[in-house]
């Protein structure tokens, strides 16, 4: 059974940094692509970053690029997404989701964890 | 900034057949764009619906496709079930990032 399972989430306030883990189990975690998702409370679904399968290549999306650094260990089996200079809009639900190749943007997904930024 | 559009909401009948679009800001969706379609529920992570266009995974209901109509990436829904209300969201491959659309709310009334 394939399981994605989030931790690290949490309250933080603003300025601050969070590293957000995804524990990969149930299929072969190097040999697909890795995304994390956003979602802010009562608010549509957000594309944050991705990562290839050995970590040499990634993409963000705008709000977060500079700020936020998506990894991956294939020994560990684990997506990570380190989070700097947290900010109150990056308050959400952060989904982590695998994709069996390039245009397979999210097969499987986790059930999220909370990230608050606020004093 | 790239902006994808879907409609906020629709209403279909038991039975019924809709069809959900997604537009790009930048032009007429094709396939290189990659569409994805996921159904998301309240209270629950979002489920993988269609990739690529068209192609269903193994989970995906005989009733859901895909297709590209009219420059838009599109999911139709035939003999809608009362689990089907849910929330749809697109998803579009930019080259490098990606842009999700701003959801449809499906009522199934």
């Known amino acids: 059974e394939v399981q994605l399972v989030e931790s690290g989430g949490g309250l933080v306030q603003p300025g601050g940094s969070l590293r957000l883990s995804c524990a990969a189990s149930?299929?072969?975690?190097?040999?697909?692509?890795m995304y994390w998702v956003r979602q802010a409370p009562g608010k549509g679904l957000l594309w944050v970053s991705r990562?290839?399968?050995?970590?040499?290549?990634?993409n963000y999306a705008d709000y977060v690029k500079g700020r936020f650094t998506i990894s991956r260990d294939n020994a560990k089996n684990t997506l990570y997404l380190q989070m700097n200079s947290l900010r109150g809009e990056d308050t959400a639900v952060y989904y982590c989701?695998?994709?069996?190749?390039?245009?397979?943007?999210?097969?499987?997904w986790g059930q999220g964890t909370l990230v608050t930024v606020s004093s | 900034q790239t902006v994808v559009t879907q409609e906020p909401s629709l209403t279909v009948s038991p039975g019924g057949t809709v069809t959900l679009t997604c537009a790009s800001s930048?032009?007429?969706?094709?396939?290189?764009?990659?569409p994805n379609w996921f159904q998301q529920k309240p209270g629950q992570a979002p489920r993988a619906l269609i990739y690529?266009?068209?192609n269903k995974h193994s989970w995906t209901p005989a009733r859901f496709s895909g297709s590209l109509l009219g420059g838009k990436a599109a999911l139709t829904l035939s003999g809608v079930q009362p689990e089907d209300e849910a929330e749809y969201y697109c998803?579009?491959?930019?080259?490098?990032?990606?842009?999700f659309g701003g959801g449809t709310k499906l009522t199934v009334l």
């Open positions: 990562i290839n399968t050995d970590g040499s290549s990634t």
């Open positions: 149930g299929f072969t975690f190097s040999t697909y692509w």
């Open positions: 690529s266009t068209s």
């Open positions: 989701a695998s994709g069996a190749g390039r245009a397979v943007a999210g097969d499987y």
């Open positions: 930048t032009g007429a969706v094709t396939s290189g764009y990659y």
């Open positions: 998803l579009l491959y930019y080259g490098g990032p990606w842009v």
